[in-house]
């Protein structure tokens, strides 16, 4: 009986089927009705996709195509202290939920990043196996050499899009993951851009330690990955410039009892150094002006931004795995983010952050959504195909006009 029922079931599915494929194309009227009815979406309703934005599996679609893709490496298990990063794609997506086209227009910038000439698109996470970090290394080299290698959708000789010598190219935004992610991200940028490039590192932490820091003892070609001697192996390997780039944000103590960390030779010494406390002295556009010094504004050198999320305080972002006192607040950082839009920036990762350890109101996944987020406007600003403005769309015109007007009122009440 139960058999007979089982063949019925699967005879009732296929006519089901059936009549649906000889059902009539929607009439284009009623799907103009149904999108007016039913093609919105709430803040807090939808899929987690990161802002709202398509969700592909573009590594599995190899004809999928983007300007901008937002790709999570859920991936750490080459952390020194507390794991849990690896559910950080999916803390920062949901932190995201906010973002969407429709209310995605960023006043400081004057655009909507995501309702602009650039195709945004979440290309979901690299299934990055947790049992073998030589593999995972390698699962996500070749991840970003393919989804960094694709013709973007804007091409080359467009209006749109970002020219010199990332003109043509489609760009990456890692959410992370422990900061390891960066070693393979700078591997296949090295490949695509055939040149060192350079790094804007912002974190509490050097992360170029001699892997024998961790210990001198035991060792193997494996252990040298880790979230704290990626940019070692990186410079060891020829990735990096190191006449141009720069960390910023540190505050972390040193091994032994010199600053021999600062002082030992080696390439991995070529980053200028501002430490957070430097933002005191300076203030953010000071430090502003001193990485824009270093690194420069060439349009034919290309610009890695690794975001460490523990630059942050830990009152404002405890939600890390190294948490470091005496960091940024959001605000400073947001702030220096907004500062930095006319690098040439051509791929980019937020990392670190680790939910298990946020607080009740997930400050830190905000704050690593809304740095994403910083990024990918300052991404499409950048091809816009004209001079929009800077802080709040003012013109450099207008700025020079309220400058005037600010003067001659503040004249006018000396003389009253």
């Avoid at 997930?362 to 300052?378: P, R, W």
Wanted: glycine share 10%.
């Amino acid at each position: 009986m139960k058999y007979t029922l089982g063949l019925l079931a699967l005879a009732g599915t296929a006519l089901s089927h059936a009549h649906h494929d000889d059902t009539e194309v929607v009439p284009e009227h009623l799907r103009e009705e149904l999108l007016k009815k039913w093609d919105q979406e709430w803040t807090f309703s939808g899929i987690a996709s990161f802002a709202h934005l398509k969700t592909v599996k573009c590594l599995i679609e190899p004809d999928e195509r983007y300007d901008i893709a937002v790709i999570g490496a859920p991936f750490d298990t080459a952390v020194s202290y507390r794991p849990g990063a690896r559910f950080g794609p999916r803390a920062i997506r949901a932190a995201s939920a906010r973002q969407m086209a429709g209310t995605g227009y960023n006043t400081r910038a004057g655009i909507n990043p995501y309702s602009s000439w650039a195709t945004v698109k979440d290309c979901g996470d690299i299934p990055i196996i947790p049992f073998d970090n030589s593999v995972a290394e390698r699962q996500m080299y070749e991840a970003f050499l393919e989804l960094g290698s694709r013709p973007p959708i804007t091409p080359a000789d467009s209006k749109y899009g970002t020219k010199g010598i990332s003109s043509g190219k489609a760009k990456l935004v890692t959410l992370g993951g422990d900061h390891s992610v960066a070693l393979p991200a700078l591997r296949a940028l090295y490949q695509i851009y055939q040149k060192p490039i350079t790094v804007l590192h912002f974190d509490a932490h050097l992360d170029t330690w001699n892997p024998v820091r961790y210990s001198a003892y035991w060792t193997s070609e494996q252990s040298a990955f880790n979230h704290g001697s990626f940019f070692h192996k990186a410079s060891r390997e020829g990735l990096i410039c190191n006449s141009t780039s720069a960390h910023a944000g540190l505050r972390t103590r040193l091994t032994g009892v010199t600053d021999s960390d600062y002082t030992n030779p080696g390439p991995e010494q070529g980053f200028m150094r501002i430490h957070a406390d430097d933002i005191d002295d300076l203030g953010p556009m000071g430090i502003v002006d001193k990485i824009i010094e270093r690194i420069g504004l060439d349009s034919e050198q290309p610009v890695y931004l690794s975001v460490d999320i523990d630059v942050l305080d830990p009152a404002t972002a405890p939600g890390t795995g190294t948490p470091e006192p005496g960091g940024w607040t959001t605000r400073e950082f947001i702030r220096i983010m907004r500062g930095i839009e006319k690098l040439n920036i051509v791929g980019a990762d937020i990392v670190e952050v680790s939910p298990s350890y946020d607080n009740k109101g997930e400050t830190t996944a905000l704050a690593a959504a809304q740095v994403a987020f910083e990024i990918i406007t300052s991404m499409v600003k950048a091809g816009a195909g004209e001079e929009l403005g800077g802080w709040y769309g003012r013109t450099e015109e207008k700025i020079e006009t309220s400058a005037k007007e600010g003067e001659a009122r503040k004249e006018g009440k000396d003389e009253l």
